[in-house]
Nanobody, 123 residues
Framework: QVQLVESGGVSVQAGGSLRLSCAAF????????MAWFRQAPGKEREGVAS????????NYADSVKGRFTISQDNAKNTMYLQMNSLKTEDTEMYYC????????????????WGQGTQVNENS
């Protein structure tokens, strides 16, 4: 049984910063790839950032490159997404997902186990 618990989503002003967390439980040895996805109502799900957990290799969507940073704390079985210079278009539901293998950067065939965490913009 695998469980991924996302947290950290709050309301933030454009230009602000936020850090999302994803705690992993269960058979985590198979989670070679972990990634953050996001989706807004009526929009396609988008892969935002991925990390190859064994090596730490990261990959980012062009829309967040230079602003977001994905990282991991193996001791805590937790993945993070540091979000800086937030834009209105970043206001979406964020999900952390995992898969085995090594093709982490393709954002394909990931498994979703959590509930997501919502990032909103202060009006």
């Amino acid at each position: 049984q695998v469980q991924l618990v996302e947290s950290g989503g709050v309301s933030v002003q454009a230009g602000g910063s936020l850090r999302l967390s994803c705690a992993a439980f269960g058979y985590i040895a198979s989670m070679n790839c972990m990634a953050w996805f996001r989706q807004a109502p009526g929009k396609e799900r988008e892969g935002v950032a991925s990390i190859y957990t064994g090596v730490g290799t990261t990959n980012y969507a062009d829309s967040v490159k230079g602003r977001f940073t994905i990282s991991q704390d193996n001791a805590k079985n937790t993945m993070y997404l540091q979000m800086n210079s937030l834009k209105t278009e970043d206001t979406e539901m964020y999900y952390c997902e995992e898969k085995g293998g090594w093709k982490c950067r393709d954002f394909v065939r990931y498994n979703y186990w959590g509930q997501g965490t919502q990032v909103n913009e202060n009006s």
